[in-house]
């Protein structure tokens, strides 16, 4: 931090009056008819690490030498004015009686005569300097004793009055007689102030920039702060502007922050992010709606630009198992005025792939209508199409769920619902007509911090566990069943800046894993779609969808299971600005048996590389299988948005 910032509005009362901002000479921007001294600043170390930085942050002869070029008598004037800057750093680190010495020399001449920075011959001196010749600007600086807080008043600036803090005022405040008189402790502590009083209703407190006097005999900082909380206030009126196609009365009952409540701003600006996020706004700002109170109330002023309601967007990915999946997306963002958004999707998708026989496609409509009776509980239905040739099976099929997620709290949501599937599926020759209804049930946990899914996680948890009770009911060429599909997964991420040999967000461990069983039926009256399979970059990269478990003999045709276990440990790294890299290993099977870890054990390994774009990263895998099953691919490729998990 430069000492500008730091000293910005302190104001020192002794022999001199000072305010940080003054201190700023306009001799360096000074242009003079003569030709560009070159020169070179050698600043020594105070033996302080973090005074160093201020100090070479504050000085224009070293931060200004290799990019504005100036002549000899602006030379001149910009010595005289690091004078001013650097003891404005010194004194920012609480060294008020430190001194400044900056010498200059011809650089490569031993007998080079040494001129005092404020020597009234410097100009000349510059002036005299042969052309092609460089100068040395040597600056050393004395800090002298450090200096300490004397007396600390907070004094009301109406009555001139001390102002009574409470506990928990004062320790926001933070400022104690004998602590280290650094400038930006001082002036950090006002904001402090002001956020608590702010944040316990005193909506009109108001905190002034401080008085310090310096007292030389004692090297210590005497400390005024004018300031005054003003009256507690509740919320008062609140009004909102900028709504055209979103309904008023949506965004009141969305509203976090009610009429009476304690006016806090932490509150307030919650229920502003709230609404932002809804994802039809394009800005939403929130002010107070008066400058004096309103019979003991703050009127609120929320204003709203909205979003484009409509959106086109495109939708491609690869793997050399599933190919490639290709289509395009509608979105309306607002559909009936409340938020609602509607997404209709068209992929193709089978086009290549070691895991298929052929194209398919995947359509379908998605309908989101936030809160749904009730605040944080939101309803989806899907209605979709779907035809996919797999080696293991052929699949036409017909969906319709409906489900309500509901938000527990800042990390957990709950879902639950109803789906229904009419399919057919042809397998050896064979076809079958299937029925099933299932009430799907879950919950998940998610602590990363990460809203965008496609945004990379740099650590904590995400975890979920389902339950869906199914019956199948009988159709053609099938009998009816009853079973209980379960799983459970889970993925972490740490940081390697935690151990002291990374930057933060630089190098990354994850982890993740997943168990799945399914209970009351067994795998040949469970339909083939709805068993478990492995393989592919949702499990174990390496081997290809479904290539993981129980096969038809020694075929390529999957049979499915009843249980599954998988995991994966990847370490990610990022290089430069815009790449970065990856390696993972991971691990799985598949059972006929309800019970996880049964199966044959297949274990893939690979790495790829990352390019970081605005909305996420592209990510390209190469996977082998590390004991590959008898016709399985010898290697795999995955390209796609965003990391795997």
Same mark, same amino acid.
């Given at each position: ?12 009362t002794?022999n001199r !009056?000072?305010?940080g901002v ?9 242009a003079?008819?003569a030709?560009p001294?070159p020169y ?5 170390g105070s ?6 930085a ?11 030498? @290799? ?15 690091d004078? +001013?800057?650097?003891?404005? @750093?010194?004194?920012?680190y609480?060294y008020y009686d430190?001194t400044?010495q900056i010498?200059?020399?011809? @650089?490569?001449?031993?007998?080079s005569v040494t !001129? ?5 011959a410097l100009?000349d001196w ?12 040597e600056?050393?600086?004395q800090?002298?004793?450090l ?5 600390v008043?907070?004094i009301?600036?109406?009555t001139?009055m001390?102002?009574?803090?409470t506990q928990a005022?004062?320790?926001?405040f933070?400022?104690k007689?004998g602590?280290?008189a650094?400038?930006q ?11 608590v ?10 905190v002034?920039k401080p008085r310090?006097?310096?007292q030389?005999q004692t ?11 003003g ?6 009126t ?9 309904h008023e ?12 409540e304690?006016?806090q ?6 229920a502003?992010q709230?609404?932002s996020s809804l994802? !039809?706004?394009?800005?939403v ?8 109170p309103?019979?003991g109330?703050m009127?609120? +002023? ?24 290709v289509?395009?997306?509608?979105t309306?963002?607002?559909i ?5 958004r509607?997404?209709l ?6 086009l290549?792939?070691s895991?298929?026989q052929?194209l398919?496609?995947?359509v379908y ?8 009776y ?5 309803l989806?239905?899907?209605?979709e ?8 099976y ?6 319709v769920n409906?489900?309500i997620t ?18 057919n599926i ?8 299937y029925?099933?209804?299932s009430?799907?049930l ?6 990363t ?26 159709n053609k ?7 209980a ?8 991420y740490f940081?390697?800046?935690h151990?002291?040999i ?6 990354i ?6 168990i799945g069983?399914?209970q009351?039926?067994?795998?040949y009256?469970?339909p083939p ?5 492995a393989?592919?970059s ?9 290539g993981v478990g129980?096969q ?8 499915g ?7 994966t ?6 290089l430069?600005k815009s790449?970065g890299m ?13 019970m ?8 893939g ?7 970081y774009?605005?909305?996420?990263p592209?990510?390209?895998?190469v996977a082998?299988?590390l ?5 399985g +691919?010898?290697?795999d490729l ?8």
């Open positions: 931090m430069s000492s500008k910032g730091v000293l910005d509005g302190l104001v020192l002794a !009056v000072m305010t003054t201190l700023w000479g306009a001799a360096a921007g000074c003079w008819a030709d001294q070179v600043t050698q600043l020594a033996g302080q690490a973090d005074l160093d201020a100090l070479k942050s504050s000085s224009d002869l070293l931060n200004l030498q @290799a990019t504005h070029a100036v002549g000899p008598f602006a030379l001149a004037g910009r010595v005289r004015n004078y +001013d800057r650097l003891r404005s @750093a010194l004194e920012s609480g430190g400044v010498s200059l020399h011809r @650089a490569k001449e031993k007998d !001129v005092d920075g404020m020597s009234p100009s510059l002036n005299s300097v042969p052309a092609g010749g460089k100068v040395i600007a600056i050393k600086v800090k002298g004793p200096y300490h807080l004397g007396s008043k907070v009301d600036p109406k001139n001390p102002v009574a803090l005022q004062q320790q926001a933070g400022l007689t602590q280290d650094v400038a402790d001082v002036l950090g502590s006002g904001g402090n102030l002001l956020d009083w702010r944040e316990e209703g005193h909506a009109l407190a108001r002034d310090a006097y310096l030389p090297h210590t900082l005497d400390i005024v702060y004018p300031a005054s909380a009256p507690v206030l509740n919320i008062g609140i009004d909102v502007d900028g709504l055209k196609r979103v009365k949506f965004v009141r009952r969305r509203l976090t922050v009610q009429e009476g304690l006016y701003p932490s509150k307030i600006e919650a502003r709230d609404l994802g !039809v706004f394009s800005n700002g929130v002010k107070d709606g008066s400058t004096k309103v019979n109330t009127p609120l +002023d929320f204003t709203f630009k909205e979003a484009k309601r409509r959106s086109v967007g495109a939708e491609a990915g690869y793997s050399t198992d599933l190919g490639a999946r289509g395009a997306t509608w309306h963002y607002n009936l005025g409340n938020a609602e509607l997404k999707t068209a992929l193709i998708t089978g290549g792939g895991a298929q052929g398919g496609y995947d409509a998605d309908f989101m209508k936030p809160d749904f009730s605040r944080n509980q939101n989806s239905v899907r209605i199409a779907l035809r996919q040739l797999f080696w293991s052929r699949q036409t099929a017909f969906l409906a489900g509901r938000r527990i709290d800042k990390h957990w949501n709950v879902n639950f619902g109803l789906a229904a599937e009419q399919e042809e397998q050896f020759n064979v076809s079958r007509d029925t099933i209804v009430a799907p879950g919950a998940t946990f998610d602590n911090g990460v809203g965008n899914p496609i945004e990379p996680a740099l650590h904590g948890v995400r975890a979920s566990i389902n339950a869906t009770p199914s019956v199948s009911l009988g060429g099938s009998g009816t069943s009853f079973f599909i379960l799983n459970a997964s889970a993925s972490t940081d390697l800046k151990l002291g990374s930057k933060p967000g630089r190098s461990i994850a982890l993740r894993a997943m069983s399914i009351g039926a067994s795998t009256d469970i779609d709805q068993r478990m399979y393989g592919g949702a499990t174990v990269r390496g081997y290809r969808w479904q129980p038809y003999g020694r075929t390529r045709y999957a049979i299971g009843t249980s599954l276990d998988a995991g440990i990847e370490y990610r790294q990022r430069f790449f990856a390696g993972f290993v991971d691990a799985g099977q598949v059972g006929s048996g309800s996880p870890f049964t199966g044959t054990l297949r274990v390994a690979g790495g790829g590389v990352r390019y774009t605005p909305i996420g592209v990510r390209v895998d082998v299988p004991n590959r099953a008898y016709r +691919d010898k290697w995955y390209i796609g948005l965003g990391e795997t998990f």
